[in-house]
């Protein structure tokens, strides 16, 4: 299994975290990911400041870089994260589950959906690391999705992949990112709604290109 919640398929040399195009969905399962001294270190770098201005460029998001560099260390930065979207009572301000959020149908049939497609392409959540319905889970499986479908040689290949990873986004991610987006703009810590904007963003601009009949 992979470090966090599926098994990752092999990375393009250099580091995800430096790619626009092929690693974002991966780049934003780190950024969401659990806090580690190395994620801070990346996020709080030249390096992702460049990569938000970026991406905000082109997806024709507001970037407010200076809001996001409100963590004074690693310390504040995990009782953040923690606080934000693990630990509240009765739930966290902001759980990254889809079943939280989502009042399409039952938590259990959120999960068993979201079950469903990992097992098209044989995937299986780790129990150690991120529910089947976490935004981590979701964000690993469409890197899979991804990186599966770059490596058809032809498009008829691809085309199945095309419409898993059209049908997944806007079956799940869409359907309660957007009411995620809600809360965290109303607590608003630094850094995460800005990645959060960014995210959807760029899950909006996925399914205009993975429309039917567009070449990817």
Same mark, same amino acid.
């Given at each position: 299994?992979?470090?966090?919640?599926?098994?990752?398929?092999?990375?393009?040399?250099?580091?995800?975290?430096?790619?626009?195009?092929?690693?974002?969905?991966?780049?934003?399962?780190?950024?969401?990911?659990?806090?580690?001294?190395?994620?801070?270190?990346?996020?709080?770098?030249?390096?992702?400041?460049?990569?938000?201005?970026?991406?905000?460029?082109?997806?024709?998001?507001?970037?407010?870089?200076?809001?996001?560099?409100?963590?004074?260390?690693?310390?504040?930065?995990?009782?953040?994260?923690?606080? /934000?979207?693990?630990? +509240?009572?009765?739930? @966290? $301000?902001?759980? =990254?589950?889809?079943?939280?959020?989502?009042?399409? %149908? !039952?938590?259990?049939?959120?999960?068993?959906?979201?079950?469903?497609?990992?097992?098209?392409?044989? /995937?299986?959540?780790? +129990?150690?690391?991120? @529910? $089947?319905?976490? =935004?981590?889970?979701?964000?690993?499986?469409?890197? %899979? !999705?991804?990186?599966?479908?770059?490596?058809?040689?032809?498009?008829?290949?691809?085309?199945?992949?095309?419409?898993?990873?059209?049908?997944?986004?806007?079956?799940?991610? =869409?359907?309660?990112?957007?009411?995620?987006?809600?809360?965290?703009?109303?607590?608003?810590?630094?850094?995460?709604?800005?990645?959060?904007?960014?995210?959807?963003?760029?899950?909006?601009?996925?399914?205009?290109?993975?429309?039917?009949?567009?070449?990817?």
């Amino acid at each position: 299994m992979g470090a966090t919640a599926l098994r990752e398929p092999p990375a393009k040399r250099g580091s995800p975290v430096s790619d626009t195009e092929l690693d974002m969905f991966r780049v934003f399962a780190i950024c969401f990911g659990q806090p580690s001294h190395d994620s801070f270190s990346w996020l709080s770098g030249t390096a992702a400041r460049s990569l938000w201005k970026r991406l905000g460029q082109r997806l024709q998001v507001k970037v407010n870089l200076s809001h996001a560099n409100g963590f004074a260390g690693y310390e504040t930065y995990e009782a953040g994260y923690i606080a /934000l979207f693990e630990v +509240g009572v009765p739930e @966290p $301000p902001v759980p =990254l589950l889809e079943s939280a959020h989502s009042s399409r %149908a !039952v938590p259990q049939e959120i999960v068993l959906d979201c079950v469903n497609f990992y097992d098209v392409l044989g /995937l299986r959540p780790s +129990g150690s690391a991120f @529910p $089947p319905d976490h =935004l981590v889970t979701q964000l690993e499986f469409l890197a %899979a !999705v991804r990186y599966l479908r770059e490596q058809q040689s032809h498009s008829h290949r691809a085309e199945p992949l095309r419409c898993l990873e059209r049908d997944f986004i806007e079956r799940h991610l =869409l359907n309660w990112l957007p009411t995620v987006q809600q809360k965290i703009d109303q607590v608003n810590p630094p850094l995460f709604p800005m990645l959060l904007r960014l995210l959807v963003a760029h899950l909006k601009a996925e399914i205009s290109m993975l429309a039917p009949g567009e070449i990817g």
